[in-house]
């Protein structure tokens, strides 16, 4: 069956980075993309980005180029998401999400859906 | 990227249709017949409910459809049920090659 597994929780000072990580079994991991997906206590869900576990190309939302890095390491099906430069605000669960069902055209991963979750990492970003 | 509009809440008694709207421009939701739907319970990760507009992934159950007019998609949930109550989030690819969410609405059921 397909599980996606994230780190742990983390708690960071104000200028710190994060790095989450999401390590996925029950499938072809290079088969699919994987998006990060991010929720404030008590908000709603904002999409961050995307990167494709084929040939690693990414997208990543406006708001946080610049701050975010998405990578995979196909050796052990695990994807990574580095935040940098954190604030407050970044205080959220995180969640990794498989792209799916599948669907790349051009090496560009299109977001049919997001079919299968991680459990989420909280990250708090505090002094 | 602004987020999908969707109402805040609605409410039905159970065995009743609801339906939730999800508002975009042409750049998305009108652009592109990949809308999904998700189901949030609490403290739990989100569920994907419907894709590419009006599809159920398996395992889904059929009260739950899908459509779409325009720049409105809609998610209607028939014959609601106690366990329906919950976040509901909308999605859409952009013309950007990006995702974007809508705002979320919280279904109860009376």
């Known amino acids: 069956q397909v599980q996606l597994v994230q780190s742990g929780a983390e708690v960071k000072k104000p200028g710190a980075s994060v790095k989450v990580s999401c390590k996925a079994s029950?499938?072809?991991?290079?088969?699919?993309?994987i998006s990060w997906v991010r929720q404030a206590p008590g908000q709603g869900l904002e999409w961050m980005g995307w990167?494709?576990?084929?040939?690693?190309?990414?997208n990543y939302a406006q708001k946080l180029q610049g701050r975010v890095t998405m990578t995979t390491d196909t050796s052990t099906s695990t994807a990574y998401m580095e935040l940098r430069s954190l604030r407050s605000d970044d205080t959220a669960v995180y969640y990794c999400?498989?792209?799916?069902?599948?669907?790349?055209?051009?090496?560009?991963?299109?977001?049919?859906?997001?079919?299968?979750w991680g459990q989420g990492t909280l990250v708090t970003v505090s002094s | 990227q602004s987020a999908l509009t969707q109402p805040a809440s609605v409410s039905g008694s159970p065995g009743q249709s609801i339906t939730i709207s999800c508002t975009g421009t042409?750049?998305?939701?009108?652009?592109?017949?990949?809308v999904s739907w998700y189901q949030q319970h609490p403290g739990k990760a989100p569920k994907l409910m419907i894709y590419?507009?009006?599809n159920r992934p398996s395992g889904v159950s059929n009260r739950f459809s899908g459509s779409k007019s325009g720049n409105t998609a809609s998610l209607t949930i028939s014959g609601l049920q106690a366990e329906d109550e919950a976040d509901y989030y909308c999605?859409?690819?952009?013309?950007?090659?990006?995702?974007?969410f809508g705002t979320g609405t919280k279904v109860t059921v009376l």
């Open positions: 999400a498989r792209v799916g069902p599948d669907l790349t055209i051009f090496g560009v991963v299109i977001i049919r859906g997001f079919d299968y």
């Open positions: 029950g499938y072809t991991f290079t088969s699919y993309g």
């Open positions: 990167i494709s576990a084929y040939n690693g190309n990414t």
């Open positions: 042409s750049s998305d939701v009108g652009g592109y017949n990949y």
């Open positions: 590419d507009v009006s």
């Open positions: 999605s859409s690819y952009t013309s950007s090659s990006r995702g974007v």
